[in-house]
């Protein structure tokens, strides 16, 4: 597995569009610290920015790179290697390289605004590892996504509505739920529902972490009781791992049942 890993990340290191997704978050950062003097705006930002384009890019990268090695990786399927090793060494590989060039691509520009030296080290630095967690998370979804369907189209088809879904359509849903509900208590709801997207998960510890929890009213009474606790924020993050392991476990499943 180590070795197709390898392979994955090497063949997507030496792809023009990994150059281009690096360079984006570089010049993003770029332009923000040009923009903005404070830091802690900055990094407001590129949340918004991380929370809805890191898992598109990652679902996206995730499908295309599946059915692009199709042929590769039916050679693969005729040697003497284990399939999930397959799959599982192409997903890490993909994941791997699309995490590098987020982290690299924005750490450089604050690393030479002198980010070490700032309080907003620790925000910058839940940022990128947030952002690290969604895009194994979607390349994993992807990945599963493309071993369930032989149909390139359905595939991203499915991959782009599965995206929304997370990053839009689940929100609204949550939202209207809140208010058709408002009249009784909802604490545990919101705290479920917000763990069961990976998104709004991510998006509300940074939110807790730079301290505007207030601006989101009685909802971020109860998220900053909650995750703003040690035990909150150790679960949160298992909650993110539980999210990439459950995905992987698919890919192995189906890459051991599928018949190629």
Same mark, same amino acid.
């Given at each position: 597995?180590?070795?197709?890993?390898? &392979?994955?990340?090497?063949?997507?290191?030496?792809?023009?569009?990994?150059?281009? &997704?690096?360079?984006?978050?570089?010049?993003?950062?770029?332009?923000?610290?040009?923009?903005?003097?404070?830091?802690?705006?900055?990094?407001?930002?590129?949340?918004?920015?991380?929370?809805?384009?890191?898992?598109?890019?990652?679902?996206?990268?995730?499908?295309?790179? &599946?059915?692009?090695? *199709?042929?590769?990786?039916?050679?693969?399927?005729?040697?003497?290697?284990? *399939?999930?090793?397959?799959?599982?060494?192409?997903?890490?590989?993909?994941?791997?390289?699309?995490?590098?060039?987020?982290?690299?691509?924005?750490?450089?520009?604050?690393?030479?605004?002198?980010?070490?030296?700032?309080?907003?080290?620790?925000?910058?630095?839940?940022?990128?590892?947030?952002?690290?967690?969604? !895009?194994?998370?979607?390349?994993?979804?992807?990945?599963?996504?493309?071993?369930?369907?032989?149909?390139?189209?359905?595939?991203?088809?499915?991959?782009?509505?599965?995206?929304?879904?997370? %990053?839009?359509?689940?929100?609204?849903?949550?939202?209207?739920?809140?208010?058709?509900?408002?009249? &009784?208590?909802?604490?545990?709801?919101?705290?479920?529902?917000?763990?069961?997207?990976?998104?709004?998960?991510?998006?509300?510890?940074?939110?807790?972490?730079?301290?505007?929890?207030?601006?989101?009213?009685? !909802?971020? %009474?109860?998220?900053?009781?909650?995750?703003?606790?040690?035990?909150?924020?150790?679960?949160?993050?298992?909650?993110?791992?539980?999210?990439?392991?459950?995905?992987?476990?698919?890919?192995? *499943?189906?890459?051991?049942?599928?018949?190629?």
């Amino acid at each position: 597995m180590l070795k197709i890993l390898k &392979y994955s990340f090497y063949d997507l290191m030496r792809s023009r569009w990994s150059y281009v &997704y690096f360079l984006f978050y570089l010049l993003l950062g770029i332009v923000l610290l040009f923009l903005n003097n404070d830091l802690s705006k900055a990094v407001i930002t590129l949340m918004n920015v991380i929370i809805i384009l890191v898992p598109l890019i990652g679902t996206i990268f995730g499908v295309m790179y &599946y059915y692009n090695s *199709r042929e590769f990786t039916e050679l693969l399927l005729a040697q003497p290697v284990k *399939r999930s090793s397959i799959f599982l060494g192409q997903y890490f590989g993909v994941a791997t390289s699309l995490s590098m060039s987020l982290v690299i691509g924005l750490g450089m520009p604050f690393v030479f605004y002198g980010i070490f030296n700032s309080n907003a080290i620790w925000d910058f630095s839940l940022l990128l590892v947030t952002g690290a967690f969604l !895009t194994f998370i979607f390349t994993a979804l992807a990945f599963v996504i493309a071993l369930s369907n032989e149909n390139k189209i359905k595939g991203f088809g499915y991959a782009i509505l599965l995206w929304l879904f997370m %990053a839009v359509i689940y929100d609204g849903i949550f939202l209207m739920s809140l208010l058709y509900f408002e009249d &009784y208590p909802l604490d545990k709801f919101s705290l479920i529902a917000t763990m069961l997207n990976p998104v709004d998960l991510s998006r509300v510890l940074i939110l807790l972490k730079l301290d505007i929890s207030a601006l989101l009213g009685y !909802t971020g %009474a109860v998220f900053q009781k909650f995750f703003g606790t040690n035990f909150g924020l150790i679960l949160s993050f298992v909650m993110l791992i539980v999210w990439v392991v459950v995905p992987t476990f698919f890919i192995w *499943r189906i890459a051991k049942r599928k018949d190629f």
